[in-house]
């Protein structure tokens, strides 16, 4: 019998005899259940403290612990919010505190950051603005709110400038930090090999300053927030600053609650959109 006739009857029994290549294991399904699963297990590690403690809040009030009329239950502030959200007071409110905060922490970081790595690598530069700076930081924004009022009005630029000039200092110092804190070996080591300033900023400088300079990032964020909010219970005419103190003077007191867990929630989702961006710019770091 010729092998052109035996191939055709070996096939079937080298298909018995070899497992197929996926054979023994998971389908990718499967792999997607349980590590969505894992994922979801991890989330109730870390929320657990949170939820407990809105459990407390929700049954403090209604057990008598605390007098309801000044902590009301938690189901009755979301009750509130949810009524702000059907007249649209509540997306007014969002809606304006958004575009002053992201306004101001935008125009901080592009100006800022800039400045910070050239005053972290020109000592001259630093030796001239370090007094400057020293004093313009441990100034408090929110001292100098007046100041910006009565320069710029109560309108939408006071509290954008309020806002450029409390992330200025958070996204500053650490730029400047830095950029000290590259390891000089690295520098050595580049400027051996022949490496132009251009190519030592971009390659060395940059990367190695960037976990520091996100830090820095997030405290102006951080930053942003707290002073808006100050600078919107001051001749606002919506914003969720507006919101709480109109609240608390209408004493409207779940609707104020609700404005400070509003500011909570956007504080972190800023603060989770800057994680994702810096894990996007820094895929050469470990994770941790």
């Given at each position: 019998?010729?092998?052109?006739?035996?191939?055709?009857?070996?096939?079937?029994?080298?298909?018995?005899?070899?497992?197929?290549?996926?054979?023994?294991?998971?389908?990718?399904?499967?792999?997607?259940?349980?590590?969505?699963?894992?994922?979801?297990?991890?989330?109730?590690?870390?929320?657990?403290?949170?939820?407990?403690?809105?459990?407390?809040?929700?049954?403090?009030?209604?057990?008598?612990?605390?007098?309801?009329?000044?902590?009301?239950?938690?189901?009755?502030?979301?009750?509130?919010?949810?009524?702000?959200?059907?007249?649209?007071?509540?997306?007014?409110?969002?809606?304006?505190?958004?575009?002053?905060?992201?306004?101001?922490?935008l125009?901080?970081?592009?100006?800022?950051?800039?400045?910070?790595?050239?005053?972290?690598?020109?000592?001259?530069?630093?030796?001239?603005?370090?007094?400057?700076?020293?004093?313009?930081?441990?100034?408090?924004?929110?001292?100098?709110?007046?100041?910006?009022?009565?320069?710029?009005?109560?309108?939408?630029?006071?509290?954008?400038?309020?806002?450029?000039?409390?992330?200025?200092?958070?996204?500053?110092?650490?730029?400047?930090?830095?950029?000290k804190?590259?390891?000089?070996?690295?520098?050595?080591?580049?400027?051996?090999?022949?490496?132009?300033?251009?190519?030592l900023f971009?390659?060395?400088?940059?990367p190695?300053?960037?976990?520091?300079?996100?830090?820095?990032?997030?405290?102006?964020?951080?930053?942003?927030?707290?002073?808006?909010?100050?600078?919107?219970?001051?001749?606002?005419?919506?914003?969720?600053?507006?919101?709480?103190?109109?609240?608390?003077?209408?004493?409207?007191?779940?609707?104020?609650?609700?404005?400070?867990?509003?500011?909570?929630?956007?504080?972190?989702?800023?603060?989770?959109?800057?994680?994702?961006?810096?894990?996007?710019?820094?895929?050469?770091?470990?994770?941790?």
């Open positions: 019998m010729s092998s052109l006739e035996i191939s055709p009857l070996l096939g079937p029994a080298r298909e018995r005899r070899e497992p197929r290549s996926g054979a023994g294991r998971p389908a990718p399904a499967l792999d997607g259940l349980r590590a969505t699963l894992r994922g979801l297990a991890g989330f109730g590690r870390r929320s657990l403290l949170v939820v407990a403690l809105l459990a407390l809040w929700e049954a403090a009030p209604r057990l008598g612990l605390i007098d309801p009329v000044f902590l009301p239950p938690f189901s009755e502030v979301i009750s509130a919010g949810w009524q702000l959200a059907q007249t649209g007071e509540l997306y007014d409110d969002v809606s304006a505190s958004l575009l002053r905060a992201l306004s101001g922490f125009v901080s970081v592009v100006v800022i950051v800039p400045l910070g790595l050239a005053v972290g690598w020109y000592a001259r530069l630093g030796d001239l603005l370090n007094q400057f700076i020293e004093i313009c930081r441990n100034t408090a924004p929110l001292a100098l709110l007046p100041v910006f009022i009565l320069l710029l009005g109560i309108g939408e630029l006071s509290k954008i400038t309020m806002v450029i000039y409390s992330c200025a200092w958070p996204l500053l110092l650490n730029t400047i930090a830095a950029v804190q590259v390891d000089p070996l690295l520098i050595k080591s580049a400027r051996t090999m022949g490496a132009t300033p251009q190519q971009r390659k060395v400088i940059l190695a300053a960037l976990p520091t300079i996100f830090v820095g990032i997030r405290l102006a964020s951080a930053s942003a927030m707290l002073v808006l909010v100050a600078s919107e219970m001051v001749g606002a005419k919506a914003g969720l600053g507006y919101l709480i103190i109109n609240s608390q003077y209408s004493f409207l007191i779940p609707q104020m609650y609700f404005g400070i867990l509003g500011i909570t929630v956007i504080g972190l989702v800023f603060n989770a959109v800057l994680e994702a961006l810096e894990r996007r710019f820094m895929r050469w770091k470990p994770a941790a």
